[in-house]
């Protein structure tokens, strides 16, 4: 065999192998870029959404105790009616970034009884709107909504406490893939 026909077979082999090597980084790279994708796109972004929902759902709460302590009605009901608002947007952005079937039934059963238990202390609170205010009717209303929308709280925080620890092993698990 001819020298010429020896180095071309060998040229042609480190061709090949550069491709080839070419190849498997293109793959790895692409790859890393995908896991850094759903890391900083989907993990982290729906765990900012659960904190945010959570820090609104804390503030729907204090602002109805505000309400029923006879504090400042129209600007409390003001927050509380934006609040919810928020918490809407929130609940339906992060449904969007759902991975999974699981995820989005997790999600929506979250946002369905967050939903609701703020509709019903909205409510509950809205009663006040046509009667004096007095400390009779905030007491009328603190009964009713520790009657009506308290067991709505309490299962939605079971509830938003599984999206919570769904939402934690999301990020966890991406985090240890990158």
């Not at 692409?30 to 929902?53: C, N, P, R, W």
């Not at 609170?125 to 909504?145: C, E, G, P, R, W």
């Amino acid at each position: 065999m001819k020298i010429k026909t020896k180095l071309q077979m060998i040229t042609s082999l480190l061709i090949m192998l550069y491709v080839g090597v070419g190849g498997v980084l293109f793959y790895t790279l692409g790859k890393i870029h995908d896991e850094f994708y759903f890391l900083k796109d989907v993990a982290s972004q729906s765990k900012i959404l659960t904190l945010t929902i959570n820090k609104d759902m804390n503030y729907v709460s204090r602002v109805t105790r505000d309400i029923m302590l006879g504090n400042d009605y129209e600007r409390n009901i003001h927050k509380l009616d934006e609040t919810s608002e928020k918490i809407a947007k929130n609940f339906d952005a992060l449904v969007k970034l759902a991975q999974t079937k699981h995820d989005e039934k997790v999600i929506k059963d979250a946002k369905d009884k967050a939903l609701g238990f703020i509709e019903k202390s909205s409510s509950v609170i809205h009663t006040l709107d046509n009667t004096a205010q007095t400390q009779s009717d905030f007491n009328k209303v603190y009964v009713m909504y520790k009657a009506e929308a308290t067991p709505l709280a309490e299962s939605a925080r079971d509830a938003f406490d599984l999206l919570v620890k769904t939402k934690d092993q999301d990020l966890e698990q991406a985090t240890q893939e990158l």
